[in-house]
């Protein structure tokens, strides 16, 4: 039995041997398959996507002569990583199923849950679509890590914003408070709508009214100072006119009011006192004072004011050295008048003292 087994160097040799004709036999086919794969690479800049993807499969074949040809490995084979795509596939359908439970859950908007599945078939897509782009993980610093967790994000406030059920779930009353709310929801939206529509004419139209408001608060101050000034306007001529008035009537009987008035309107020391009799110096000669006069009741219309009246004029006109020129004012003896004459004359002195008041006083034929 020992001479049919070869010994061990002999063995080692065969295998050293073998191992030399693989290798003679590999190294050709390794330069052929490069010199292949360098050709192909030149060519794939003219070459359009499908071409690409002939170089890819020329590349694989060339990986397979490559394993055909190495020596054979007895070392068991390592299973294969995962590939990125399979973590974000298993990903978005896990956030698929979490949205089709929301759908059928009252009191979430169909809306928002179509815009989520929307989303996510995007995502999905895109990711199909860029296999080599995908991230090893889904939580890598990477665009589509943050859009999956702004989904995420999303998903999970409408899922917590969601009340559990009671055991005893009515559905149909459900269905009624939901429909109510959503038309109360949907009012408030239209209404914020039609309010953010119409907030900029609102707006114009506060602006315009303020403006005519001022402007008409303006006007109104306007009118009122109009008035005003009419008014002031009317009073004053109708004081020019009344004054007019006066001093026409006033050079009518100014004649007149020289002759009668004359113990009264002249110049002198002496003024009226506290009664008729009542005589008090002045410092400096004038006229008499109207309202003396008419204090002393001397321009009443009765027999005491015309006796009044006269007793001013003739007082102490009996004394030469202080008497005032009576001009055609009657002189009755004892300061008392009688006769017809008189009496027509003193009433008329009466008549033109009241009825030209303000001009006399005016003139300086009287003082105040």
């Not at 859009?147 to 969601?162: G, M, P």
């Amino acid at each position: 039995m020992n001479d049919q087994l070869p010994s061990q160097p002999s063995r080692k040799r065969h295998q050293d041997l073998l191992h030399a004709l693989i290798l003679l036999a590999t190294v050709p086919l390794l330069f052929f398959a490069a010199f292949k794969l360098v050709e192909k690479t030149v060519n794939v800049s003219t070459e359009s996507d499908s071409n690409g993807r002939q170089e890819v499969k020329q590349v694989e074949e060339v990986q397979v002569v490559k394993e055909q040809a190495s020596p054979v490995d007895h070392r068991p084979t390592l299973p294969k990583p995962p590939q990125p795509s399979e973590a974000w596939r298993r990903e978005i359908a896990e956030q698929e199923q979490r949205v089709a439970q929301l759908r059928s859950t009252p009191n979430v908007g169909t809306a928002r849950i179509d815009q989520l599945r929307k989303r996510l078939a995007i995502l999905r897509q895109h990711i199909e679509q860029h296999l080599d782009a995908v991230p090893q993980s889904i939580r890598d610093d990477h665009p589509l890590s943050t859009a999956r967790l702004r989904l995420v994000r999303e998903i999970d406030q409408i899922a917590h914003s969601v009340p559990n059920r009671p055991a005893g779930f009515d559905w149909k009353s459900e269905f009624v408070t939901f429909e109510a709310e959503e038309r109360t929801r949907h009012s408030k939206s239209v209404a914020s709508q039609v309010e953010d529509l119409t907030a900029p004419l609102k707006e114009t139209h506060r602006v315009a009214i303020a403006a005519i408001s001022q402007e008409s608060n303006e006007l109104r101050l306007q009118m009122q100072d109009i008035r005003i000034k009419q008014f002031e306007l009317q009073r004053n001529t109708e004081r020019e006119l009344t004054h007019q008035a006066r001093l026409r009537a006033f050079e009518v009987d100014r004649a007149e009011i020289q002759r009668l008035l004359k113990p009264f309107i002249s110049h002198d020391y002496m003024q009226l006192g506290r009664t008729t009799g009542d005589w008090v110096r002045s410092p400096e000669s004038k006229p008499l004072s109207w309202s003396a006069i008419e204090r002393l009741e001397a321009l009443q219309p009765t027999q005491i004011g015309l006796d009044a009246l006269a007793a001013i004029a003739t007082q102490y006109g009996r004394d030469p050295k202080r008497r005032r020129p009576m001009g055609s004012f009657p002189s009755p003896d004892g300061g008392s008048i009688s006769n017809r004459l008189e009496i027509e004359s003193t009433k008329r002195a009466q008549q033109l003292l009241k009825k030209h008041r303000e001009i006399l006083v005016e003139e300086g034929l009287l003082t105040p």
